[in-house]
């Protein structure tokens, strides 16, 4: 039984049958929206990067394509540099590695954008062969001294810009996400940034908050939730007084849809026990198709998370009192996704601007269903309020003035 005209005329009755299409008689602000993903394996290594990367960006661009949709790329570039470095000794590697700049600079050729994103925690990774990765450094980029952070970015940065210029001579690294959102209060990443030619930072999430082995960061109380801002130079939560030489934009959190949440938890519980349960028929306790997909460990569980009491509190967070996430469509299924484009058009009615630049996440390592952000992408590419854009097209609004960024 084919359940999807089911499906949409639901979704119809919640949102109207044009689903995120809005008529231009609203009288809503103009959303200028980059769809953006983190281009990467695991935070801890592991994981096929032709699973986790290179076979859904292809689906992705191709989704992409054919809604003419340009998307932007954060490519982790510290994982490529790592494989690069170490290929001449295991020689696994360099057909990896080849690959991702193939499938890299293919998008690219297509009009897609690319720009940099950085996991420190492969600075001086050893590898052990058969995909094993150990990856000793601080997740965050923060805690690294000064020169260190320079070095990362300023390698990163040459590494794209060498890369992408054979196939156009103006390209530039313009806009940073910081791995793992590590970003404040940090007294020389934005200045260092700005040294480099990084026109704006979108590292803030504002209301998410991480205590876990790996990661700490509180941005539970930024100054700025959803509009451009020239940040204090020593900590993006603030907001400066003055206009600086870089900007921030927070990529985009929302409130949690708590019912949909529900149903989506119940749907990965089931996909999980089904390839638990089909790894117990091959004798083994994982298919190869999960062990390629990588694994995580406790990276993400914060402090006072673990236990039964911790769990408890965790559920009733998500479930009852509710909390905000980072607007993360791969995690997401389309009526999470219309109730988040809802509240990003109340946001944008509210701040008073004409034009709003809004920044969406996506993980293609996580995503689970391709056809919910076709459905996504198709109603944005016909919403009349809504002008999908690259991040370096956002950054050139900026120089231009088209865009503004406020100040304390």
Known sequence: ???????????????????????????????????????????????????????????????????????????????????????????????????????????????????????????????EGHGNWKLAGDWSIINYPSQQVREMLA????????????????????????GSWC?????????????????????????????????????????????????????????????????????NSSPGARIASLRQDFRKAGNLLLRKIQGLGHGNSATPSALSRGRSGDEWTNKGERGVFGLARKLAKRYVIGQRYISDIAQMDYSMMCKMMAHIRRQAAKSGLARVPVILENHTKDISSFSDIEHFVADVSRSKDIKTVTLKEIADGFRSGSFTARTA
């Open 155 to 178: 390698s990163g940065k040459k590494y794209l810009e060498t890369l992408l210029c054979k196939i156009d001579r103006a390209y530039a690294c313009v806009s940073f996400r910081a």
């Open 1 to 127: 039984m084919n359940l999807r005209p089911i499906y949409v005329q639901l979704q119809q009755r919640a949102f109207g049958a044009s689903g995120l299409i809005l008529d231009s008689s609203d009288m809503q602000p103009l959303i200028y929206l980059a769809l953006t993903d983190d281009w990467e394996v695991r935070g801890n290594g592991t994981g096929d990067p032709r699973v986790l990367q290179f076979e859904p960006m292809r689906k992705l661009v191709k989704i992409f394509n054919n809604y003419g949709i340009r998307g932007s790329f954060n490519a982790e570039v510290m994982q490529q540099l790592t494989y690069r470095g170490l290929q001449a000794h295991f020689p696994e590697l360099k057909p990896l590695a080849d690959e991702w700049e193939e499938v890299m600079t293919e998008s690219f050729r297509q009009g897609h954008d690319i720009q940099l994103h950085l996991h420190p925690q492969w600075r001086d990774a050893t590898y």
């Open 183 to 251: 970003a404040a209060p940090s007294d020389s990443l934005l200045p260092i940034l700005s040294e480099l030619g990084f026109v704006f930072d979108m590292s803030i999430v504002a209301g998410i908050r991480y205590e876990t082995p790996q990661v700490k960061l509180d941005y539970t109380h930024c100054e700025e939730p959803f509009v451009p801002y020239y940040p204090d130079m020593k900590d993006a939560r603030r907001v400066s007084r003055s206009v600086e030489p870089i900007v921030c934009i927070p990529t």
